[in-house]
Nanobody, 136 residues
């Protein structure tokens, strides 16, 4: 069975840190663009960050820049989202999504936000989500 599973969420105080993990089973993550999305209650799901295949280029939405870091460990078939300086507005269910990189060429940097947006509806795999709550 091919799937992705997120973990690492929890309750943290403002200013704290969490590291989310996205582990793939049944396929190799390094051939896929991997993105983290989040959805807060009453809000639409939004893309937070993407790491591209095959060269691991990264992109972050403005609210995540300087605080979040996306990275991959191909040996563990895992993508991480390190989240620092967390704010209450980061509270959401965080989802991992994967879409196969179908081109031979790498994605140019200016295409990363486009792919991140498209992955909201065109991903091949979605995880079940992990809750992140930032509260004092």
């Amino acid at each position: 069975e091919q799937l992705v599973v997120e973990s690492g969420g929890g309750l943290v105080q403002p200013g704290g840190s969490l590291r989310l993990s996205c582990v793939a089973s049944g396929f190799t993550l390094d051939r896929y663009h991997i993105a983290w999305f989040r959805q807060a209650p009453g809000k639409e799901r939004e893309g937070v960050s993407i790491i591209s295949s095959p060269d691991s280029r990264t992109y972050y939405i403005d609210s995540a820049k300087g605080r979040f870091t996306i990275s991959s460990d191909n040996a563990k078939n895992t993508v991480y989202l390190q989240m620092n300086a967390l704010k209450p507005e980061d509270t959401a269910v965080y989802y991992c999504a994967a879409v196969l990189h179908r081109r031979k060429a790498s994605l140019p940097p200016d295409q990363l936000p486009v792919v991140l947006f498209d992955m909201k509806t065109q991903s091949d795999y979605w995880g079940q989500g992990t809750q992140v709550t930032v509260s004092a």
